[in-house]
Structure formats: structure tokens, C-alpha cells
């Protein structure tokens, strides 16, 4: 695998990297036990943030039951939206502002988990949304260092963001997501219950499990920790900081995970055992990106997602009141994979013995690949399963042609980290080349 290789440190390159993590609660029936675990905290009062599809479910009656057994009060908010806005986030942090909570509990996917995170940022430390984006987005500022604590309970197989300390918002006037980030923003306790997954529709799994693929062949790709500049400031050094050994254990395991279960899962809601071993890869998927970062495939996914204007997911509609089941939408995980075969294609001769081994991990056909192989076993790998799953044929299958190319590129840039996560240099050049090459791929 070349592992002691790809971190041999630079002579400016960093000397380390940080490992943070929640407290991790898995197994089918544990969200009857979120109560109490707030009451082992001593916490006597809540706000509860959940999706109106979520809201009517029995899952939250009994997180509900669970609450009030403990003796925990809680205000609710359901009104979160699928793909969260500074507007809907500005709405929840009103919310938590009024409810007089001692802090937050995240019952559902992405969308809720990243809303509430950014709800108790601008809740307890006000200021203008864009004032905690990275500059030239926003003022850079830093997000104060004491917030609430953060109880999540993921709900679909995919996003990991339990796992982190990040959340992603689509600024409205920028039309496209940006990232804040503080360390105090990662949930103190995850309670990742199985259960939630025998209910989730068919694409929701699909494009779910897709982004727990990305995520973890995004780290085990990512340029190495030792290739970034050190940090005079322990505070300074953010959750893209490279892959490291702690996310390379997780990012593996997570694509064995996706291999063994993602085609059951997807294609049989009976098949409890395969989608519960989704949402655990997702958890380990999460361990990984939230200790490392994702690079090309999301840095490109949310122009794919602004500037969408045919594709609908109807099944997702169930959970935004906000979106009608017309409006144009594409799920973040399908937004990352339409153009990750592209990708990898791109940038595997920096680091091709990752790409084959990530490869591998994932059930690709890898017996003498050579290293010019690299980018072709795991780009085909990921065509056969975005196939075997019924996902659109690139960009194309979303309604964009190459002549679109031009216009997600000038989007995609503006995610800078991410795109120098990535192990080799990229510029907009090659963004419009890779966007280009992700137009189909059968």
C-alpha cells in the first residue's frame, strides 16, 4: 500500500495531525437510550431539531418517551430542511435562542445534524452568517470556542457527520454551499440506531451510500498530512488536514463495508443486516473525513447541486417542507458520484498505489494492476456499482452537456481547501478537463 512512504515529512511539511472524535453509541434499539444519556450528563432541558418526515415517525416517539422517562424537557423544532440555507439555519438558531435549551439533540441525516450545528453557532454567538465562512467568502472569523453540546442520532447510511466537526450551508446568494467549522461544533455523543434504516426509500440508500464511498476513498486518497505547512497554533489547524493513519484504518473498513452490503441494501428493504452495516461504514466513513477531509468529488458536487435545474429526486420530498416534489434536486451523495469516476481517472498517478488499494477495498478487479492502471480499476469499480444502482450516467443524466463544463468549473474552484486536499495540484484547467470527462461514462 505504500503507507510509510506516501507520510515521509517535507522538510516544511507538518510534524502531526489531531484525531478528535464523539462518544459512539451503535446497535438496534440504542436511541431508546438517549435520555438518559443526557441525564448522565446532567442536562435538564433540550431543543430537539428533526425533519417534518421524521417528526411523524414512531422512531421519534420513541426518542420522545426516551426524554421524558429521564425527565428531560425539550422544545421541538421539525421544520428543518433537506440541503440546509443560511435562511433555514437562521430560522433554527431563532428557535434554540427561545427555547431556553442547555443544548441540542439531532435526530435525522446530513441536513439536520449540519443545521444544528450551525444553530447553536449563530444562536449563542450572533453575528453575520457569512462572518464564520472562510475568507474571501466571509470575515474568517473564528467561532468561539464554548458552545453547546450536540446529542446525534443519525438516520440514513452516508453523510458521517456525526462524526465531524464541520457544516456545510448553501449561502442563497452565492447559490452554492460553503463550509464553517470549530471544533466545539463535533456532538458529544452519537447514538447510531439501525432500526432508522428499514424505512429509508431505495435512493435515499443509493445516493446515502455513495457519500459514504466518497468520503472514505476521498481520505484514503487526500494528499498526506506531511504535505501540508505546519501550524504555529494547535487552534489553527482545521479538520482538512490530510490523510493520516487514524483515517486510513476507517476510510478501508468503510469501503469493505460499502462492497459487501451497498448492492443489498439498496436493492432489498427487508435486508435489515445490510443497511445497518451501511450506516456503520457511514459512522467509520465520518471517523475518517472528519480527521482528514474530502477533496475533488465534493468541492465539485456543489456546483453540480446549484446548478442543477432538470434533475428531481422525488424521494426525497417527503422531508423538506420547504421543496414541493417538482422542484429540480440533486441528492448530495448522487451530486459527489456523477463526476468521481472522472476524477479518479484525473489524479491517480499521485498516488496510485492508494487508488488501487482503495480499489480492492471496494471489490474492484485489481490482480496485476499496474501503476498506470490506477485511475481505470477504481473509476470502473464505481461505474459498476452507480450501474448496478440505477444512478444517472454522469452529468449528462442530470440534464448538463459539456458545454456546462465551463460554468461548473468557475463553481468549483472557489472550494479551495478541499481542491488542495487533493493529492496532486489542480487548476481550473483541469477542473473544466475532469467536468468534461464526467459528462457519461456508458
Not at 459487501?260 to 456503520?280: K, P, S
Not at 467509520?284 to 480527521?291: E, T
Not at 448522487?334 to 498505489?353: G, K, L, M, N, Q
Request: with cysteine; aromatic share 8%.
Amino acid at each position: 500500500m505504500g503507507c510509510c512512504q506516501h507520510y515521509l515529512p517535507t522538510s516544511s511539511g507538518a510534524g502531526s495531525f489531531t484525531v478528535q472524535m464523539p462518544k459512539i453509541t451503535f446497535g438496534e434499539g440504542s436511541l431508546s437510550e438517549l435520555g438518559r444519556r443526557i441525564q448522565m450528563r446532567g442536562h435538564r432541558r433540550m431543543a430537539l431539531f428533526t425533519d417534518p418526515w421524521l417528526s411523524r415517525s414512531s422512531y421519534m416517539e420513541t426518542a420522545r418517551e426516551s426524554l421524558r422517562k429521564a425527565g428531560i424537557e425539550f422544545a421541538e423544532f421539525s421544520e428543518v430542511a433537506v440541503e440546509p440555507t443560511d435562511l433555514s439555519c437562521i430560522d433554527a438558531a431563532r428557535f434554540y435562542d427561545e427555547s431556553g435549551a442547555e443544548g441540542a439533540i439531532a435526530i435525522g441525516g446530513g441536513s439536520v445534524i449540519d443545521t444544528t450545528k450551525a444553530a447553536i453557532v449563530y444562536a449563542t454567538h450572533p453575528a453575520d452568517f457569512k462572518d464564520y465562512f472562510a475568507k474571501p467568502v466571509g470575515a474568517g472569523l473564528s467561532i468561539p470556542t464554548q458552545l453547546p453540546p450536540i446529542f446525534a442520532c443519525p438516520t440514513t447510511g452516508g453523510t458521517g457527520s456525526e462524526c465531524t466537526a464541520v457544516a456545510v450551508i448553501r449561502l442563497e446568494d452565492l447559490n452554492t454551499k460553503f463550509v464553517i467549522q470549530a471544533p466545539n461544533m463535533m456532538p458529544v455523543e452519537v447514538i447510531v440506531d439501525p432500526a432508522f434504516a428499514a424505512t429509508l426509500p431505495s435512493q435515499v440508500v443509493a445516493a446515502s451510500g455513495f457519500d459514504l464511498m466518497s468520503h472514505a476513498i476521498e481520505c484514503y486518497t487526500a494528499r498526506p498530512f506531511t504535505a501540508w505547512d505546519r501550524v504555529d497554533d494547535p487552534a489553527k489547524r482545521v479538520s482538512i488536514q490530510g490523510a493520516n493513519p487514524w483515517s486510513d484504518i476507517h476510510a478501508r473498513e468503510a469501503l469493505s463495508i460499502m462492497n459487501r452490503y451497498f448492492e443489498r441494501g439498496v436493492n432489498d428493504g427487508t435486508d435489515i443486516e445490510a443497511r445497518g452495516q451501511l450506516m456503520w461504514g457511514a459512522t467509520l466513513a465520518g471517523m475518517a473525513f472528519g480527521n482528514c477531509g474530502t477533496h475533488l468529488p465534493h468541492a465539485f458536487s456543489y456546483g453540480v447541486s446549484h446548478l442543477n435545474t432538470e434533475y428531481r429526486a422525488d424521494q426525497y420530498a417527503m422531508g423538506n417542507a420547504q421543496r414541493g416534489p417538482h422542484d429540480a434536486f440533486v441528492p448530495h451523495g448522487i451530486a459527489v458520484i456523477v463526476t468521481s469516476p472522472s476524477v479518479f481517472r484525473y489524479i491517480a498517478d499521485a498516488a496510485p498505489e492508494r487508488h488501487i488499494e482503495a480499489a480492492r477495498c471496494l471489490g474492484g478487479e485489481t490482480r496485476d494492476a499496474t501503476d498506470a492502471d490506477a485511475g481505470e480499476v477504481v473509476s470502473s469499480r464505481i461505474i459498476e456499482l452507480m450501474r448496478a444502482v440505477d444512478m444517472p450516467n454522469g452529468l449528462s443524466g442530470l440534464g448538463f452537456s459539456k458545454s456546462d463544463a465551463p460554468a461548473l468549473s468557475r463553481s468549483a474552484v472557489r472550494q479551495g481547501r478541499a481542491i488542495a486536499n487533493a493529492p496532486r495540484d489542480i487548476n481550473e484547467s483541469d477542473v473544466q478537463s475532469i467536468f468534461e470527462g464526467a459528462v457519461s461514462y456508458w
